[in-house]
């Protein structure tokens, strides 16, 4: 029998729990794709309030590029001006709950979920930590891992202004980017609620808006839809793209137009336009709930909502991923298999 002292033990104890290690993702320096090192790095520990989560998958969105390249510029007033304070991307996930802090009450050990980090990033990684009152469900029993990741993003995104927009049955609303990752929840979401949906792509991604739902697709390189003369109550640009006065001629009086993706120069122009017409632009940081995700996770299950995956990388292809989706031409999400 080997019989450790009290200041050995406490020596032993403090090695083990210093070495209990993590793969992830991680970035020091903004840049090009291949500042995305694999890694191993300390594995979290939930709080009394936070479940942790062993990650499945996850995905690559615009959002994760954009503060890995720190594109725009104000993204370094947010995040770090020199370089990144946090060091792990990643927004959205999927997987199963192995630890629990003491006060949570809603998720158990063993929990299939998924859902979205908000602002707290580090899903780029083995496990991740998350308050039970986040964003966060159980994952639809009807998708695997890698299509229950890549709904948040895109639904809570589009959710958010589609809300805002409280579209009505009979509504004429037009989706430009239809294909994206935004785009191609806010047509299906906006068909749930009884518009009747336009949807903007190129020729290849056609087929996909008609199976997502859309009335009618337009196809952007052959045909500009300002000029079409239509008239829409709701138009939502989710790429950036799109025609700000050409758009905001073809609302109705009373009409709003959704710019998901907008920078400064959008935003003012969108305020601008707000105070001084009848027309309402939306942009802004987004927000989402539990609750959120919970509708989500029901419209799935029922049907009405269905994953979009154009490819899907391994953990340790993260910056293939990641030069992949800044190309901007992926058909709805890239989807990252972690375990």
């Not at 785009?183 to 906006?190: F, H, I, K």
């Not at 003369?229 to 009086?253: E, H, Q, R, W």
Request: aromatic share 8%.
């Amino acid at each position: 029998m080997i019989i450790l002292k009290q200041s050995n033990t406490t020596t032993l104890l403090t090695y083990l729990k210093t070495t209990i290690n993590m793969k992830a993702i991680t970035y020091t320096q903004y840049g090009a794709p291949e500042v995305l090192q694999l890694k191993e790095v300390e594995m979290p520990s939930p709080k009394d309030n936070e479940v942790r989560i062993r990650v499945k998958a996850t995905a690559v969105n615009s959002g994760d590029w954009r503060i890995r390249k720190a594109d725009p510029f104000a993204v370094r007033l947010i995040f770090g001006m020199m370089k990144p304070k946090m060091n792990i991307l990643g927004t959205v996930f999927s997987g199963e709950v192995d630890s629990v802090g003491k006060d949570v009450t809603r998720f158990k050990i063993g929990d299939k979920v998924f859902g979205h980090t908000d602002m707290r990033f580090g899903a780029y990684a083995e496990y991740i930590c998350q308050p039970e009152a986040g964003t966060l469900a159980l994952k639809p029993g009807n998708l695997t891992d890698t299509e229950a990741a890549v709904i948040p993003f895109g639904g809570t995104t589009a959710f958010h202004f589609i809300k805002k927009a409280a579209i009505q049955p009979g509504q004429k609303v037009l989706v430009y980017g239809a294909s994206g990752a935004v785009g191609s929840t806010a047509v299906q979401l906006a068909k749930y609620f009884g518009g009747e949906v336009t949807g903007v792509c190129s020729t290849s991604n056609m087929e996909l808006v008609k199976s997502l739902g859309a009335d009618k697709v337009i196809d952007y390189t052959k045909e500009d839809f300002t000029r079409s003369g239509g008239k829409y109550d709701v138009i939502i640009d989710t790429v950036n793209k799109i025609s700000f006065s050409g758009a905001v001629k073809l609302l109705n009086k009373d009409g709003r137009l959704i710019l998901s993706a907008a920078e400064m120069p959008e935003m003012l122009k969108g305020f601008w336009t707000s105070m001084t017409t009848t027309k309402k632009v939306m942009t802004g940081v987004i927000s989402h709930t539990a609750e959120d995700i919970d509708f989500l996770k029901k419209l799935v299950e029922i049907g009405k909502l269905k994953p979009v995956i154009d490819r899907t990388y391994p953990l340790a292809q993260m910056a293939e991923a990641h030069s992949y989706v800044e190309k901007g031409h992926k058909r709805g999400n890239v989807a990252i298999v972690v375990a």
